[in-house]
Structures are given as C-alpha cells and as structure tokens.
C-alpha cells in the first residue's frame, strides 16, 4: 500500500513569491492534514481537511491556505512568502476513524 | 510555555542500555501519539495510546499513558543503533478524542536520541 507522498521534495523560492504544495494521501483516507515544521519552532499545525471542507487552521495567517480534491489530494498555498516561511512542510492523512495520522516525507522550502 | 513538553531534550545512550522519554501535558490529555523522526525526514508512526494506564509495546519500545498525571513515557530496552533519531509526542488537548481524525495534533519538541556503539 503506497503511503501519504508530496511534491515536490525540495524547492526554493524568493520572498514575495507565492508556491503550492501537493499531498497524495494514503488510499481510503479522506483527512488530510498540513503541518510546519521550522527550526527551532518544532511541528506546528496548519490546516485540517475532511471530505473537501476545511475542518480546522493553526495560528498561521490567512497567506496560508489550501484544498481538497475530489480524490482526497490537497494542496497547500503559500502566497507572498517570508523569510520565515522556509521550512519542512508536512502532509498527513488518517481514515475518519479513531485512527493515527499518517506522515509524508514532506517538501523542504528554502526563501531566499 | 509549551502546551507539551518533553524530556530529555537530547540524549546520548551506549547501545544496549536501557532509556525513556516523557511527555508532560499542560491541558487534558485523552490520547496521545508518539512518532520517530529521522533528520528532515516524515514521521514515522509508534504507538497510540487512548485510555489511562494503558500501555503497548512493540519490538523493543514500550509507551504507557497516565490520565492523572497527565503523562506519557516511551520506554526502550536494550537500544540499537536503529533507534536512533528524534522521538516525538504528539496529542489533541483539552477534549476527548474522537473519531473523524480529532484534529490537528499538537507535538512536543523532541527529544534526540543518539546511540553510541
């Protein structure tokens, strides 16, 4: 069974600039969600998607956002990136079940 | 202050020696995740543990969860190289966890494990 994959793996953008993010999540899980992963800050949630609604959001601004397909993929956008904003972005997925939620490698984002 | 805390921040362990690593809650704690990181790598999923005093292992590693003390502790005997890496306690606070994946989790910090042969 293939497990929760993103792209791209690395990227590197320049402030102001805006970059999306893709998750696949793992076959019959229909949750997915997004997290940040900065030094020094440790693993932060994001966003929170169910059945193509956003469920819930961290305490991120609104330049953060996202959505989910039909297919259960999501997206995150990141629209006029910080500095800050250079990161390890993960994606999760987990059934609607009381369940675990499942990781991604991530995509590394470096602002430059 | 950080709603989960972990310690030890960082540990060194000769291999074949025994460790653990707590996770303290500030709020409520129904469930908890552990999870081990390699560097900037994806979480790889442990253990989940839903009710108080329960305990699981697996392989080697051992987490409990004490409701009361809002605590939970991964225990690892006999260690091995192939533990190494970042462990990580992850939870949804301050509510029951329920199904439709609960919600966002919120993690500790980390705690670094390198083994020394």
């Known amino acids: 069974e293939a497990g929760v994959t993103q792209s791209p793996t690395h990227l590197i953008k320049t402030r102001g600039q805006q970059v999306t993010l893709r998750c696949s999540p793992i076959s019959g899980h229909t949750s997915v969600y997004w997290y940040q992963q900065a030094l020094g800050l440790g693993l932060q949630f994001l966003l929170w998607?169910?059945?193509?609604?956003?469920?819930n959001r961290g305490n991120f601004p609104p330049r953060f956002s996202g959505r989910q397909f039909p297919n259960y993929s999501s997206e995150l956008n990141v629209n006029a990136l910080e500095l800050e904003d250079s990161a390890l972005y993960l994606c999760?997925?987990?059934?609607?079940?009381?369940?675990?939620?499942?990781f991604g490698d991530g995509t590394r984002l470096s602002i430059l | 202050s950080q709603e989960l805390e972990q310690s030890p921040q960082s540990l060194i362990v000769q291999e074949g020696k025994n460790l653990t690593i707590n996770c303290t809650s500030s709020?409520?704690?129904?469930?908890l995740y552990w999870y081990k990181q390699k560097y900037g790598e994806g979480l790889i999923f442990l253990m989940m543990?839903?009710?108080?005093?329960e305990e699981k292992s697996h392989e080697k590693i051992t987490a409990k969860l004490d409701e009361k003390k809002q605590q939970s502790s991964l225990h690892i005997t006999a260690s091995q190289p192939s533990h190494a890496g970042i462990y990580l306690c992850g939870a949804v606070l301050g509510k029951r966890y329920s199904g439709g994946g609960a919600d966002g989790l919120t993690f500790g910090k980390g705690t670094h494990l390198i083994i020394q042969p």
């Open positions: 543990l839903q009710k108080g005093g």
């Open positions: 709020k409520t704690l129904y469930g």
């Open positions: 998607y169910d059945e193509g609604e956003e469920r």
């Open positions: 999760a997925s987990s059934t609607s079940s009381n369940q675990p939620q499942h």
